[in-house]
Structures are given as C-alpha cells and as structure tokens.
C-alpha cells in the first residue's frame, strides 16, 4: 500500500498495519513519519523496542530472530530494521522476503530506508515490501517547493510571512531542510503568533546553506543568475573540490550540446530526451533551456570548461587567467544569460 506522508496521521487514526516501510533522503521528514508511527506503536500497546542497523557485519538472522523472539513479559514489540546503503545484498533480499513472508502478530515492524535508485526499485524485494507493508515514499523538497513548505511549517505555530520573507529563509537554507526547520522554530521562539516582518526574518534567520554541486545545474539552466552566483560562492566557502563542480557543469553543458545537435538533425525532442536519461523534473528544466541557448553558445561553452579544466590542473590556458572559480562563473553565467 503506498501512502503519501501528509496522509499518515490520518491512516494511524484508523489503527496501525503490521509492516511500515519509510524510504527517502529527506532526513527531518522521514525521521518525523517514524516519530509519528513510534508515538502510535506506544499508544497501541508496543512497549518494547528493538532497533537493527544494516552495517557490513550485519547478520540477516538477527532480523529473523527478533521477530521469532519473545518478551519475557509478554510485551508487544516495535521491530526498526535501518538499511542505510538502501542496498540489503543478495542474503538480506531473501531474509527480508521469508521475513514479510512470517511476520508475527506480536510485532509492529518499521524499515527505513534512502531513496532507492530506479535500478534497486525494481528489485523482487522492493516490490514484495511495497505490496506487504504501507509504503511511504517522501520525496525531497525541492527549492522552488520550499517556499510554501516554509509557510506550512510557520501556520503550525501561528505564524506567517510574506514572499519576500519566505524567499529570503529558502535561500539561507537551501539543501538543508533540517536547519530551515530550526530557523523556523526560533521563529516561534523570538516572536509572538502572527504575521512576522521581514526585519524581524532578516535578524533571525542565519545562513546554514548547505549547497548542492548537482543543485547548481537548475539555476543555471532555469537562468536564475542570482542563484547560481550564491551557489558558486557557497560550493567554493565550503571547499568543495573544484574539479567536481567544473565536471558537473561541463557534463550538463555536453548533454545540452547533444540534444541541441539533434534537433538541429530533426531528430525529436522526446527520443533526444531519452537517449540522455532526461526525465521529471529535470525534463522540466531542459526544455525552457533548449530554446533559450543557441547551439553557438553550447559550443563556446564547452571549449571554454576545457580552458578551465587546464587551468584547474595547472596548466597554461591562453584565454583565461586569474582564479579558476571567477572562470567557472563565467561559463555558467553564459548559459544562464544566454537569450
């Protein structure tokens, strides 16, 4: 059974299932969900707790034990399986099959696990959790999404703000969901119920950004030029490795080149979209990108990050100097400007 997570307090009003699966990379979220399932799990009687964690010295029979096992006092018992890898292995695909296969009445289970890649969702495994236990898939608050989450979160407490303010608090939190749900806690903290100002946002609300290098592709593909400067400049505070971004860019650079280059041929844009792995979201960001920038510029683009990428290694590149990372902003700003 899929279950959306902003439906879950309604489906543990109802009671609670013997087998819950959490899957995301949206730690406070998913952490929130089991909260809620724990608090429920108590409330029904599962006094007792134990917890597995999948490591590399993991014994599968440890799972199979626990549930087989028996309180000494006759309690009921919450079983937490956390498979961090989001990868069970080929022994721990069986024990988790015999195991939904067995599961005891006497036992309320809870799994957690990361967002699974579209390989691992197709996993025999994967499809038998899904079909025995409530399966709560939580995607990631994406940035354009964050905005109105942040308003959702301060209507919990009595509070709200405007665009401004809500815009400001997402790009001081982007990528961190859990600190953006702090800022909005000391929110609560600071000031009364009611409508906040945006001086009262502004004096709060610390920079505890925590940038994505794959991030920085959408704001230079979607053009938002200012997002891709605050990007930059926080990817190169936070020390991250220079040839990574340089790649990531570059990479999304030759896959723009390639699909342009398609179309130039006629050849359709939904089979150059496939051929380049290009779905979802990403689709969404591609094709506004497509018809801003000219093939030309594609072209200039990708010599200039092989300039860069001399220069990154130390070598003489004859139109640039200075500091590689200026370098890097300019080619991103060439695709992002480009009309």
Sequence with gaps: MQLRADSLDQHLSKGLSALYVITSDEHLLAMEAADKIRKAARGQGFSEREVLTVERSFKWGALLAANQSQ???????????????????????????????????????LISLPKLDWATQ????????QQAAVYIDIPLVERTQL??????????QQQSADRQSLEFIADRVEGNLLAAHQE??????????????????HDA??????????????????????????????????????????WAVA???RTLLRIKSGLVQGKPLPVLLKEN??????????????????????????????????MVKGLRAKAFAGDPWDALLQLGLK???AR
Excluded: C
Aim: proline share 5%.
């Design 71 to 109: 309180s000494l006092f006759g309690d009921r018992k919450l079983i937490e399986l956390r498979i961090p890898s989001g990868k069970p292995g080929k022994d721990g695909a069986q024990a988790l099959q015999e195991y939904i296969a067995h599961l005891s009445p006497d036992n309320l289970t």
């Design 122 to 129: 197709k996993a025999a495994w994967v499809t038998a959790l």
């Design 147 to 156: 905005p109105v989450w942040l308003q959702q979160r301060l209507a919990m």
């Design 184 to 201: 909005i806690q000391k929110l609560a903290l600071l000031y009364p119920s009611g409508k906040l100002s945006f001086e009262q946002v």
């Design 205 to 246: 609300v610390l920079n505890v950004a925590r940038y994505d290098v794959f991030k920085l592709n959408e704001a230079m593909l979607s053009g938002d030029v200012s997002r891709l400067v605050r990007m930059l400049e926080g990817l190169k505070g936070e020390g991250e490795a220079l040839p990574l971004v340089l």
């Design 251 to 253: 990479e999304e650079i």
């Design 277 to 310: 792995r290009i779905w979802g979201p990403r689709e969404r960001l591609v094709e506004p990108a497509l018809r801003r920038v000219q093939l030309a510029v594609l072209r200039e683009a990708l010599q200039e990050a092989a300039q860069i990428d001399k």
């Design 335 to 337: 695709v992002a400007r």
